[in-house]
Each structure stands twice: as structure tokens, then as C-alpha cells.
């Protein structure tokens, strides 16, 4: 039966997503979800919704949300697509943007779905090797058709001035797509950009600080003619009527939103406080979550230890990230769960 699969599909893993548990006794700090509940105001929109109303198609274009979106950002309806979860922009990028020859690029280590794109789409792959502190250094010959730039970077945490992102857009012969799933916990953002040059496109998502994971929705602005792009090739319907309503209340609730990131980010510090005490090595982070080196020991050893008491953390065995562990920043009480469980951990040796 396998001949009848694509070769290229055949021989490729596929994308590994984090675990994800069904005991209630778990403290998951794996997936970089947001510890708190989304505004008040999605749930009024959900009860709002008539049941009556799932007959009808929803809104192809999802035009009052690109309009909030446009509002939000300086930018007109046109500058915005909507889609379903931040990865169906990514995937519609690699279709448009990308001819059956052509490369796409992404730094090394970064979101692991990116090479997973490139394989579906059987086309080069070029990865950009990250310094040993995970800099980053583009060389003058580098070139690709579309280049995705995760800013923060994940696993990692670390955001790139953007001085440098910004040089390096307006060289680049192909597309950007700055992927900021995690800018709204960061010092600065890139949204500019994607209003100043034609090749840009700032992508966001709902996923983590309006805590909406659960829902898949994100959506991407840039010029014109690449946001039409996008519309060209996108599922009939790929934004349903719930999901269109219940972002449109999250957008629409700035001020919870700000209000969350800020708890996230007093957490964050605390947490980072902790670890360097106990001497981890800790990346200087600009996201949701922390990216850090234990003292003794191995990675792989640590985040064992803490599963078998149920303190779920992301491990990525091999290559550059096999000495690291991402630890994604929950409630105060489980981060402190979390310490004390290492504590205990290396009292016991």
C-alpha cells in the first residue's frame, strides 16, 4: 500500500507535537500554553452564540475580524489573513511562496515544523546553523525563495535586535515571515515591517498570550499582494463561526490580555531568579517560557526524574538541544513545584 504514498511523505517523520497528558495531577509546563484562563469576554461570546446559527457557513473571509485586526495594528482589512492556527499560515506560505525548485529557510534550532514544511513541499531545505549561544550571524551568500524567522526565537527564547532583523529584510530576495507567536512577552516587536517592505510578513497568534490554544486561531499581516496570495490557495471556509467569535472578543479585550503577560512575565523573573541560584544556565528570555542548561547532570536524566513526579517539561533529544531543557512559565504555585522539585532532586544526587 505504501506505493501509493508520495515518496516524499513516505520517507519524512512528520512534526512531533508536545505530550500531552490526560491526569489532572500533571503540572504541564511542555507546550507553552498560557496558565490562566482566556478573558471573561470569550466566554460571553460563546454563550451568546446560537446553536441555529452552525447551519450556516461562516464568514469566508472573516472580515470583522481582519478588521479588528487592521485596527490593532495600523493596517486596512486588506494587509490581514485570517487563519486556522498560526502552522495553516505557515503551510499556505510554503505553497505560495515557494516554486518546485525553490529552498526555504529557518534557523537551526528553531520551530521544528518548519523542516517538516519544506519535506511535504519536496523542496530544499537550508537550515542556518545558530551560534554556540545561539546567535545569529546570516552570511552574505545565503539565499532561499521564503525564510521563516521565529522572533523570539523557540526553543530558545531569545529575540534578535531588530536592527539586524530589519537589515536582513531588506536584503533578502524572498519572503520574510517573522513568526512572533511569543511577542507579546518581549521587549519589542517587528509589526512594522510587514507595512514597510513587500517581502514581509509578521505572523501572531492567539495560542499564548490571549490564552487560546485550544481555539487555532492566528493571523498574519503584510502587503497586499501577498496577503492575496494567501486567500488564493486557503480552505472554502477555514476559519469557523466559534472560533471567529470568540477572537473577536479576546482581540477586543486589550486590557486582560496586557494584564496577563504581565503576571506571566513577574513569574518569569522569579523563575529565573530561582534556577540561577541553584545553577542552571539560564537564556535571557523574551517568551512564555525558559530555555535553560542544568548544573550536573544531564538534561535527559532531569527531565525524566521530574516526569516520574508528574512535572511534565520539553526535552529535544539530539543535535544542538540535547543538553537543554524548555520549561514553559505556569502559575506561581506550579513554578514553585517545579523548584522545589529540583531542589529535592539534587539533594538526593
Known sequence: MSSYIKKSVAAMQGYTPGEQPTDPRVIKLNTN???????????????????????????????????????????????VFVGNGSDETLALCSRAFVEDNGAIGYFEPSYSLYPVLAQIRAVTARPLELGSE????????????LFFMTTPNAPTGIQYHKALVCAFCA?????????????????????DLALE???????????????????????VVGSVPLIAALFKIKDSYNVDRITQAAALAALSDQAY???????????????????????????????????VKPPRGSAADLYRRLRERNILVRYFPGGR?????????????????????????????
Not at 498570550?209 to 493571523?219: D, F
Request: positive net charge; contains cysteine; hydrophobic residues 40%.
Open 33 to 79: 500554553e498560557s496558565p490562566y484562563p482566556p478573558s471573561p469576554a470569550v466566554g460571553k461570546a460563546l454563550q451568546s452564540l446560537k446553536a441555529e446559527t452552525l447551519r450556516l457557513y461562516p464568514d469566508p473571509v472573516s472580515l470583522a475580524l481582519r478588521r479588528k485586526i487592521a485596527a490593532l495594528h495600523g493596517a486596512t482589512p486588506d494587509n
Open 134 to 145: 545561539f546567535e545569529w550571524a546570516m552570511p552574505a551568500d545565503y539565499q532561499a525563495n
Open 171 to 191: 536584503r533578502f530576495k524572498g519572503v520574510v515571515v517573522l513568526d512572533e507567536a511569543y511577542v507579546d512577552f518581549a521587549r519589542e516587536n517587528c509589526m
Open 197 to 219: 517592505y513587500n517581502n514581509v510578513l509578521v505572523l501572531r497568534t492567539l495560542s499564548k498570550s490571549y490564552a487560546l490554544a485550544g481555539l487555532r486561531l492566528g493571523y
Open 257 to 291: 490580555m496586557r494584564n496577563l503577560v504581565e503576571r506571566i512575565k513577574t513569574t518569569r523573573r522569579q523563575t529565573i531568579a530561582d534556577l540561577e541560584r541553584m545553577g542552571f544556565c539560564v537564556f535571557p528570555s523574551e517568551s512564555n517560557f525558559l530555555w
Open 321 to 349: 538541544t540535547q543538553d537543554y531543557l524548555r520549561i514553559t512559565i505556569g502559575t506561581d504555585e506550579q513554578m514553585r513545584a517545579l523548584t522545589d522539585a529540583i531542589r529535592t532532586l539534587a539533594e538526593a544526587g
